[in-house]
């Protein structure tokens, strides 16, 4: 290796892991906004949280890879742009090209990477962090009774304090509804002056210490003719204990969402998309079979029939049917097509499913290729568009890698839609966004070769005042051709 191709390789990684980390915290902080609500509130250890974020940042590398590459790419060859060592470089008459295949290398070495780590990583992160995500989802909020507010999420009662004192233990104006035995038999009330709140140190249980009230219950079952007994009872000092386990956090097995496409490498995604394609011609015979037999179509002719038919001396169904008949034929044509759709809607709605299961099938297999694919065409727009802009430093180069990674998001989503959708091929539309930048890629190279003015302030401000003076021009020239009067 050359010392030119070892200086510029250095001159990249450097900016590269930076903005790398940089993008990954952004798409991570994006998550965690996204779940914050699901998040809060739940009373999670700090090792769950850590996990969480964890398996979500392997989830995000790809998608992080293609920015980091764009953006330290511009910062690279802007700074050497800006500090005119492009310029020397060309004066002893090394070549755009020549200068930058050694970052080529590097960003198609990062891309087969990209492709192994969503091949062998990113499905077992997609599996952990799916799965974690939804038992946070589901697990219920933390144990946290507020004052003036009835509390009904501890199974079977219902909770109420007038007040709650800064220790967030002793309570005041205490109500309580036991409804635990369901049925409205035997439902009980508790009311008491104040009281305190007791967890176990297994947080299992909370107590309630209660003091200076009464117990109100009711025995019997309500709605027959005799009445059920109230008894009362009022006391000093009671204890009432409440179960927590349905507050605690408790992990799923994994392997029900083993399944999904997107915790699938490449292997298991071709196994799986040809026992889903089996299985839809399997179906579909089967359907044609039950279809075939109710709804025959004759498809060739008797020998009886004529070989024109004879032309109909009719102009309405309503001739030919007579007007008693009328409204019975009516209502049996109706009944009978009636019955033909609503008999073939479910096998029309298992086939579209099972179709689409293999469209996002085929979608995520396609999806390993694309973004590591991306991260070597987000290089060929970023290295020549830095030598073009010569601007180092963080401020421009973001601004055009913001704007370009935006293109090549929103044709990414605008394609993996119609992909899933069946508007397009899954290879079209999984490749969209590398098809449409590839052009701005070459366009760009070819700019950069040729030492073109694209960003440069200067050209266009001198292309302006040549249409000015032009517009200046014709319009003196058009008055004065103009008759006088």
Sequence with gaps: MKKLDKLIIRTFLGP?????????????????????????????????????IAYTSATLVTLALPLAVLLS??????????????????????????????????CSIIGVLAFLFANYVIPVANLQAKSLLYDITYSKPAFNIKAGVFYRDIPGYTIKVAQKDKDNQTIHQVMIF???????????????????????????????????????????????????????????????????????FNRLNTDLFASNQQMLNIKQLDFA????????????KTVNAYVTVRFPFFRWK???????????????????????????????????????????????????????VILMHKVEWQRKF????????????????????????????????????????????????MARSGVMFTWS????????????AGFLIYKAMNDSNLFNKEFYFRI?????????????NKFKTQPTI
């Design 273 to 284: 998309i040809d026992s889903l394609q089996k299985s839809q011609v399997v179906f579909a």
């Design 178 to 248: 036991d409804h635990s035995t369901g049925g409205g038999s035997g439902d009980k009330i508790i009311l008491a002056e104040k009281g305190q709140m007791v967890l176990t140190a297994n947080k299992r249980f909370l107590y309630f210490i209660l003091e200076n009230g009464w117990r109100y219950e009711e025995k019997g079952n309500r709605g027959y003719s005799v009445p059920g007994d109230m008894i009362r009872f009022s006391f000093k000092k009671y204890s009432k204990a409440f179960d927590l386990s349905s507050f605690a």
């Design 464 to 476: 302006y005042q040549k249409v000015k003076k032009f517009l200046q021009k014709f319009k003196r």
């Design 429 to 440: 539309g999984m490749w969209l966004s590398n098809i449409v930048l590839l052009p701005i």
């Design 16 to 52: 590269f892991v930076a903005t790398f980390f940089v993008t990954l915290f952004v798409l991570v902080m994006q998550f965690l906004w996204k779940y914050v609500d699901d998040l809060v509130g739940k009373g999670l250890d700090t090792m769950v949280i850590v996990q969480l």
């Design 370 to 417: 694309t973004l590591a694919a991306a991260c070597v065409v987000m290089f060929l727009i970023g290295a020549p568009l830095g030598s073009i802009i010569r601007k180092g430093g963080l401020g421009t180069p973001l601004v055009f890698a913001v704007i370009f990674f935006v293109i090549f998001n929103i044709f990414f989503m605008i394609g993996e839609k």
């Design 302 to 356: 008797d020998s009886a029939w004529a070989a024109t038919a004879p032309p109909l001396k009719v102009k309405d169904f309503e001739e030919v049917v007579p007007e008693k008949s009328r409204r019975n034929v009516l209502d049996r044509a109706e009944q009978s097509v009636r019955e033909t759709l609503s008999s073939l809607e479910a096998p029309t709605r298992e086939y579209s499913d099972k179709h689409s």
């Design 73 to 106: 790419s511009i910062m690279t060859f802007g700074n050497l742009g800006e500090s005119f060592e492009l310029v020397a470089l060309k004066s002893a008459g090394i070549s755009l090209l020549r200068f930058i295949r050694p970052l080529m290398v590097v």
